[in-house]
């Protein structure tokens, strides 16, 4: 099914065009990844994707509902989230909690498979014996992981990632990728992440979409590519 379809789009800062022409589109029960060099405007694409920024031209659809006939529900994750301070009050199992009442409503108790959901969160990113911890004495990575086992828990339809894997070492990040690739095909959700860690990614992933330069124009104008070499499909 296909959740996010983006047609023609065009952005600019004032009068400064940064992106023009782009074309994709995500699908429920893949993995993609989003790729360019610094300054390549992968973060903007998103943003402009998903309403944060207003594209000059083009349209972006969004599904109403998921593959299961449910309302679509959406996480996005943008680059460095987790400033929490030496003072934030929570712990790291309460943050995630929190996360997992949006489904259930602010007055709904939670049941034991709420609370299952959330530890199996917290374990997907090497936090369940963190979980008693505040989360402000936490390292940088660590509480970068712990905002995505929230995410995790509110178990959306699809995940938006910036950049995620910030701060983890190679283990986690391994780990990271193949929860993803297994939330995508064992349970249809649809995966956008941006990465510079391509190399790394790509045996989990089944698209990478790559922003690159138009040379022909004074200004960063950016097309995307496929290069999903094994399926050679076009965008």
Request: glycine share 8%; with cysteine; net charge neutral.
């Amino acid at each position: 099914m296909r959740y996010i379809t983006v047609e023609n789009l065009a952005f600019q800062y004032d009068q400064d065009p940064v992106l023009e022409g782009v074309t994709y589109h995500i699908d429920s029960g893949e993995f993609v990844t989003l790729t360019g060099e610094n300054g390549a405007a992968k973060s903007t694409l998103v943003k402009a994707t998903l309403g944060i920024l207003k594209p000059k031209t083009g349209t972006v659809t969004i599904a109403k509902t998921s593959i299961s006939g449910k309302k679509l529900r959406l996480a996005y994750l943008p680059q460095q989230i987790a400033s929490f301070n030496a003072g934030f009050p929570s712990t790291v199992y309460e943050f995630v909690k929190s996360g997992r009442y949006p489904r259930k409503g602010w007055f709904r108790r939670l049941t034991s498979h709420d609370e299952a959901h959330i530890k199996a969160s917290l374990e997907s990113v090497g936090m369940w014996e963190s979980r008693n911890k505040r989360i402000g004495s936490l390292s940088g990575g660590q509480k970068q992981r712990v905002v995505i086992a929230r995410m995790f828990a509110s178990d959306p339809d699809i995940f938006i990632l910036d950049e995620p894997t910030t701060g983890m070492d190679a283990s986690t990040q391994d780990t990271f990728y193949e929860l993803m690739e297994h939330s995508a095909h064992r349970h249809g959700k649809a995966v956008l992440m941006i990465t510079h860690d391509p190399e790394e990614v790509a045996k989990y992933a089944d698209r990478n979409i790559h922003l690159v330069q138009n040379k022909e124009l004074p200004w960063r104008c950016f097309n995307i590519h496929d290069k999903d070499d094994q399926k050679g499909a076009s965008l």
